[in-house]
């Protein structure tokens, strides 16, 4: 897509939802670093179920460390992968406390240096929580990106890489959040609405009016 169509895409974006927000609940740049890394090959609705009671008995760090293994698991079993995560949330939780003063480090360097974290869990952290206009690219974005022609490529980093070119940097900042929720809602795996889509006259996917 050019860049004169992906500008038009994005204020389109823009004039629907003025301010996007991550759907995940939290209260704090530690709650969001933890939900994030809960919902890795879950849903945002999954990882909301659990995370009330469990940032209610974990608001911190330390907390969390207290709970210990089992403790956490208790608490996200009903997520996938959930032994792995609790695992990678307990040396996290350490790692915060042992080397950043129990705070979430702000920089994508030192996020992808904690257990869990991997580049697309540092960008949403990056953007979300520090508004860096980063590009974290999930399953949504990643269709979105190829189907859109906005970003064609055959790796998420490829993706991310594209949709740096290509979205212009005023809209950055939220740009994540609308092409999730465009990916999420619309722009679907299966049975995409593109009748309902408003970027659907800038699309380049041929099989868009099917």
């Known amino acids: 897509m050019k860049q004169q169509r992906c500008r038009a895409a994005f204020e ?56 210990g293994l089992q403790g956490i698991e208790q608490y996200i079993r009903t997520i996938g992968l959930y032994k792995s995560k609790a695992r990678h949330l307990l040396a996290t939780c350490q790692k915060l406390i042992d080397q950043h ?4 480090p702000n920089t994508r360097e ?11 869990t540092a960008n949403v952290i990056l953007n979300v929580a520090f508004n860096q206009p980063v590009m974290a690219v999930d399953t949504h974005i990643f269709r979105v990106g190829n189907r859109s022609g906005m970003a064609v ?30 990916g999420r809602y619309t722009c679907t795996a299966r ?18 009016n099917r």
């Open 12 to 67: 389109r974006f823009a004039a629907g939802n003025p301010t996007p927000a991550t759907e995940l609940i939290y209260h704090s740049h530690f709650e969001l670093l933890v939900a994030v890394m809960l919902s890795a090959q879950a849903t945002d609705k999954s990882v909301n179920r659990v995370t009330p009671a469990l940032f209610m008995a974990a608001p911190t760090p330390e907390a969390m460390l207290n709970l």
């Open 101 to 104: 003063d129990s705070q979430v």
């Open 110 to 120: 030192q996020l992808e240096a904690l257990p869990g974290v991997g580049r697309k």
């Open 153 to 182: 490529g055959k790796t998420p980093l490829q993706v991310e890489q594209g949709l740096m070119r290509c979205i212009p940097h005023e809209f950055m900042q939220h740009a994540h959040h609308w092409l999730i929720l465009h």
């Open 191 to 208: 049975n995409p609405h593109c009748n309902a889509c408003i970027i659907m006259d800038l699309c380049t996917w041929p099989d868009k």
